[in-house]
């Protein structure tokens, strides 16, 4: 997942694999919000890139697929210095830690703050962010990034990019 500008040019990436080995020369058709935007054929190191131009503000949804397989993501887009809030999955959405059951009333919490703000989870723990997308979506949570923590780069970067952090929901 990824959060750009409006009219920004990104790099969107996918990776062939067969079970956890890396399968180059692949053939990799992208899509964003179920439009192609081209095929690629991924290089030795299984990766394949396609570039992408957002265009207006709002969620993208991005497939790409390679045969049967198929990966997902999204592009949060946003106008230069939107305020952002982020939410810590694990420090905020988890009833208690190591917990699989969601606060009770957090995806109500989440959808008013949408209504006023931009938002993205933020990801600090150990499993995959693939994981933890597919446990947002399990449990009905709006759609959003899924970013990982970094060590906080990730406040650094955006705010580089001029995207301001209104606030940071969590431990």
Same mark, same amino acid.
């Given at each position: ?8 040019? =990104?790099? %969107? ?7 956890? $080995? +890396? &399968? ?7 899509? #964003? ?53 982020? =939410?810590? %999955? ?7 830690? $190591? +917990? &699989? ?7 109500? #919490? ?62």
């Amino acid at each position: 997942d990824i959060v750009a500008l409006t009219r920004e040019e =990104i790099l %969107i990436k996918a990776e062939t694999k067969s079970g956890y $080995f +890396a &399968k180059g020369g692949k053939i990799v058709e992208f899509s #964003v919000n179920g439009k192609s935007i081209g095929s690629v054929l991924s290089g030795g190191d299984s990766i394949a890139y396609k570039i992408f131009k957002t265009g207006r503000p709002g969620i993208y949804t991005v497939l790409a697929r390679s045969g049967k397989d198929i990966g997902s993501g999204v592009i949060l887009v946003l106008k230069k210095s939107s305020p952002l809030v982020f =939410i810590d %999955i694990e420090g905020s959405l988890l009833a208690a830690p $190591f +917990a &699989k059951k969601p606060v009770k009333s957090s995806r109500e #919490v989440i959808r008013k703050i949408m209504n006023s703000y931009p938002v993205v989870y933020l990801h600090t723990g150990n499993i995959g962010i693939s994981a933890v997308r597919e446990w947002l979506w399990q449990n009905e949570f709006p759609a959003s990034a899924v970013m990982s923590w970094q060590m906080g780069d990730i406040f650094a970067t955006l705010n580089k990019k001029g995207i301001k952090i209104k606030a940071v929901v969590g431990s």
